[in-house]
């Protein structure tokens, strides 16, 4: 038995429930998928939360929402990281306070809908709260940062948000914060990596046992993260770039560092990082248009124009369809990962309502597609145990067991 089933039935004795968890014989897909732990580790959900518009517990439809607790029970979704996301602005007194209360405001907005909705889903902070949580019928909602934008440079802050419920920081988004360089930061690097003040987030980051998130960052400042960290970190939301040559995505070196170190690689379903981008078509530009307008002026803005430009993205699909990638395509990656450094490394990361869907798991309903394309690839129910959650679980644990 694999080292990520080891670990799901050692916990506490919890899945003593799940009957033929891992051990499993038929290859149906759901019965395969429902006996798995499953767990999506980025959804930029809380944004739609805010603007009013999204009953998680409600079922809703895609594109306009990728995301909600009956969709997350039809799909077998076990879990999810409901990321509070910040973009970056520049770094004045005034945007760090608003990025500041913009992620509380997240933060609260998904415990207030878990509490509405506790018959179906609560908030969860522990590795094994989903294995539960999964016993009792509800959905485990675990809680994500997605920018260490709002810390601005106050290490306090760490705790704070580890208090309320967060248990990762990406440590930062499209461009370069006080914690360290992006990978896409059209000015190029600033600190050579973690900045100074980076490096301190991550020792308290370890010190509480929270998850360091990898993706969006520099390369150089993932191996500054991984030389300094005591236990493994994780990539939320990222692909392989071998395959789609974005540089949010991560190379075989890092992915081979990621591993010798006993991370894992979460593989995002957004089209550009699952495949390279037609930048010819009206699409990509109104793509780009609005990630500017995100990028440059959206801190500025008054809640109700942030809410108008949140909804066009959100309408993106409705009004410019394109032809998105495939499961198949997905797979691709995880097939990747696996024969570069083994299937104990890589999991899925959505970022479902941030950008990602497939054409074939265009929501969380349809996730089981994903099992069934590693089913007829030849995966066993223990690998696909792994890269659903097992795995995951694993650096959750390991991160939680070593804090200070």
């Not at 929402?65 to 990281?81: K, T």
């Not at 016993?135 to 948000?161: C, H, S, T, W």
């Not at 995880?334 to 450094?341: A, E, M, R, T």
Request: net charge neutral; charged share 30%.
């Amino acid at each position: 038995m694999g080292k990520a089933c080891s670990f799901l039935l050692m916990v506490g004795g919890l899945l003593a429930g799940l009957n033929g968890f891992c051990e499993g014989k038929d290859g149906k897909t759901m019965e395969v998928h429902k006996r798995a732990i499953t767990i999506d580790t980025h959804c930029d959900t809380p944004m739609a939360l805010l603007d009013g518009g999204l009953d998680v517990g409600k079922k809703n439809k895609a594109p306009g929402s990728r995301v909600d607790f009956p969709r997350m029970e039809e799909g077998g979704l076990d879990a999810i990281f409901f990321a509070a996301f910040t973009s970056q602005r520049q770094r004045t007194d005034e945007n760090t306070q608003n990025a500041y209360e913009m992620a509380h405001k997240m933060i609260d907005k998904t415990h207030e809908v878990c509490k509405k909705y506790n018959n179906m889903a609560e908030v969860a902070t522990a590795p094994e709260d989903v294995v539960r949580l999964k016993k009792q019928g509800k959905r485990a909602i675990y809680i994500g940062m997605e920018n260490g934008f709002p810390l601005g440079q106050k290490l306090d802050r760490v705790e704070e948000f580890y208090n309320k419920g967060v248990r990762y920081i990406a440590l930062c988004h499209s461009s370069n914060n006080d914690v360290c360089d992006s990978s896409t930061d059209r000015k190029g690097p600033e600190h050579d990596g973690l900045s100074t003040f980076g490096k301190e987030v991550v020792k308290e980051m370890n010190r509480l046992g929270m998850l360091i998130d990898v993706s969006h960052i520099s390369d150089k400042a993932f191996y500054d993260v991984v030389e300094l960290s005591k236990v493994p970190v994780f990539a939320s939301h990222s692909s392989v770039r071998a395959i789609a040559h974005h540089k949010r995505n991560m190379t075989d070196d890092m992915i081979k560092t990621l591993a010798k170190h006993g991370g894992v690689i979460q593989i995002c379903l957004l089209d550009d990082y699952i495949k390279d981008p037609d930048t010819t078509t009206v699409r990509y530009q109104k793509e780009q248009e609005i990630r500017n307008i995100f990028n440059t002026r959206f801190a500025k803005m008054s809640e109700e124009e942030q809410a108008e430009v949140r909804k066009q993205w959100r309408e993106l699909d409705k009004k410019y369809p394109k032809k998105l990638p495939t499961v198949a395509d997905c797979v691709d990656h995880i097939d990747y990962v696996k024969n570069l450094v083994g299937v104990d490394y890589v999991g899925i990361g959505s970022d479902f309502d941030g950008g990602g869907g497939l054409a074939d798991c265009a929501d969380v309903s349809q996730m089981p597609n994903i099992t069934a394309e590693m089913l007829k690839r030849g995966y066993t129910e223990e690998e696909i145990a792994k890269v659903w959650g097992g795995n995951f679980l694993r650096v959750f644990a390991e991160v939680v067991k070593n804090r200070q």
